[in-house]
């Protein structure tokens, strides 16, 4: 079976939503005819994919829409009603699946190229709420301080709840150095959080890198068609630093929504030199794939420590599983968003394309994730007395159920460093809060830092105080694990792959390239 590539939209976050009262006004002499056509319908086993029964229900659908068009308050297109229906046919079905119109293809297809202006934030939306996935690293919105979890409600002031999320992310983005203000909810705060943003060129930075003493690190944030040449390039880049003398590697999946099932496969098949990195099993076994390492491992075996927490999902699961399952690297943080589902983009000529859920995927050792997540070899938050992430996998609707895998746990660690034992399981009270250009701030950075500083057989410093709130890290002729020997940095983007041809230019549909959530929208 071949595939061609294809870049989805993955996680969802649920709301809740509010039923309004409802105003019911019956006309036998324009609606009589309804109920006997749709007794006849139920006549019909539900059980029963006869021919009889398939017509019958094209026939009631089409009653409906006629009824609808005829009858409904104000005039609507038959084009919209028939939208909505194909969106309500597919995402009734699971989170991840959905209908997306060819304005709605175009936009995913942004996500393959360089930039775009905008804010630099990933939302999903679901029963008319937006949320927010993650802020982009070195954004107007990361820089805004807009957090994973929030609610954007309003948009200059205009209540947004209720409309669609592609119309929503148009209205975020726009000309760079233009001016939008965005009203939030977030958990735990009492009143809405106001922010105003300037609207800038938004590069799909998806690597980038930094040096704590002779300690690489390297922050993936979601996986597209650059993430395997950006590793391969930042490391390099990190080993000539060092001379090739890099004691070890942290590898930060905090927060990466997913992407491509083939990148993922790439990247875990850089640490991992030999096994299964990962399989798909899907609803006919001819349809079921296994992917093995490539014979490399790029480090030479160095010690590997991976930040994980609530926001990594899918593929990012697939690689810290991956790592996890063999015993390649220890993870450290909180436990994911447990997505174990694999979507497939199916392009309709003209039409947009088909997002639908095609295959579960399990880890090495063949568990599957999906709705349980994957947990930490080492336990620790971000935050002081905060559990972290509230939305995962198991609290959306209508999930698929966790079935297939031959065990829900990880094969039992006995690597683990002496050290493990010792770290906190959150950062003191007085702790400050996150600043992305602090790394001193970053408390499973640090632990992370001395970890594989362990692994490496390095000395290990005390735990590290709490710096001072408000002010930027000191700087000393020796640099220690709390500050980077160099400012994390973007490292140059591979040529992107040019974006697939229009649809309406497109071979008949066939089934793409399976791919886990890719980064979600993108405003």
């Known amino acids: 079976m071949k595939f061609r590539n294809g870049l989805l939209i993955g996680c969802a976050f649920l709301a809740g939503i509010v039923v309004a009262p409802q105003v019911a006004h019956y006309s036998a002499s324009r609606w009589g005819g309804f109920a006997p056509m749709a007794h006849a319908a139920d006549a019909v086993s539900k059980d029963d994919n006869s021919p009889q029964e398939i017509e019958q229900l094209m026939f009631l659908f089409g009653y409906v829409l006629e009824k609808v068009k005829a009858n409904y308050v104000e005039p609507v297109s038959t084009r919209d009603l028939i939208t909505n229906a194909l969106n309500g046919m597919l995402s009734g079905l699971d989170p991840h699946s959905s209908y997306m119109t060819e304005k709605q293809f175009s936009d995913l297809q942004v996500q393959t ?54 119309q929503v992310v148009t209205r975020m983005r726009g000309k760079p150095d233009t001016r939008i203000t965005l009203t939030l909810i977030r958990e735990k705060t009492p009143k809405p959080i106001i922010v105003t943003l300037t609207r800038a060129i938004i590069p799909l930075q998806v690597i980038k890198s930094a040096l704590y003493d002779n300690v690489g690190y390297i922050r993936i944030a979601q996986f597209n068609e650059e993430t395997q040449s950006g590793l391969m390039a930042a490391y390099k880049k990190l080993q000539a630093q060092t001379h090739n003398r890099m004691a070890g590697l942290i590898i930060d999946l905090r927060s990466d929504p997913g992407g491509l099932l083939t990148q993922a496969i790439d990247v875990g098949s850089d640490f991992v030199r030999s096994g299964e990195i990962v399989s798909t099993r899907a609803r006919h076994p001819q349809d079921s794939q296994r992917w093995d390492a490539h014979n490399t491992d790029i480090t030479g075996g160095l010690p ?220």
Do not use: C
């Open 113 to 166: 190229k360089g930039s775009f202006g905008g804010l630099g934030l990933e939302v999903q939306g679901e029963d008319g709420h937006v949320r927010v996935v993650s802020p982009i690293d070195d954004t107007p919105a990361a820089r805004a301080g807009i957090k994973p979890g929030d609610f954007i409600v309003a948009i200059d002031g205009k209540n947004i709840d209720g409309q669609p999320l592609d």
């Open 304 to 523: 590997i420590v991976v930040l994980i927490n609530g926001g990594s999902a899918s593929a990012s699961e697939i690689v810290a599983g991956a790592l996890q399952d063999h015993q390649r690297a220890v993870l450290l943080g909180e436990k994911t968003f447990g997505k174990g589902s694999v979507q497939t983009i199916l392009p309709i000529p003209g039409e947009g394309a088909i997002r639908l859920t095609t295959a579960r995927y399990y880890t090495p050792s063949g568990r599957s994730i999906q709705g349980l997540g994957i947990v930490p070899d080492i336990p620790v938050r971000e935050a002081h007395d905060d559990s972290g992430y509230s939305i995962h996998e198991a609290d959306l609707a209508h999930i698929i159920k966790n079935r297939g895998g031959n065990t829900a746990q990880p094969p039992t660690r006995t690597d683990l460093p002496a050290i493990a034992r010792a770290i906190p399981a959150q950062p003191p009270a007085n702790w400050p809060e996150f600043d992305p250009t602090k790394p001193t701030t970053d408390f499973q950075l640090q632990e992370g830092l001395r970890v594989v500083r362990s692994m490496a057989g390095l000395p290990v410093p005390p735990e590290p105080p709490a710096p001072p709130a408000g002010k930027a890290p000191a700087t000393a002729a020796a640099p220690s694990p709390a500050a980077p020997t160099t400012t994390p940095d973007a490292t140059p983007p591979a040529t992107p792959t040019p974006a697939p041809a229009p649809a309406e230019k497109q071979a008949p549909p066939a089934p793409a390239t399976p791919a886990v959530p890719a980064a979600p929208a993108h405003p």
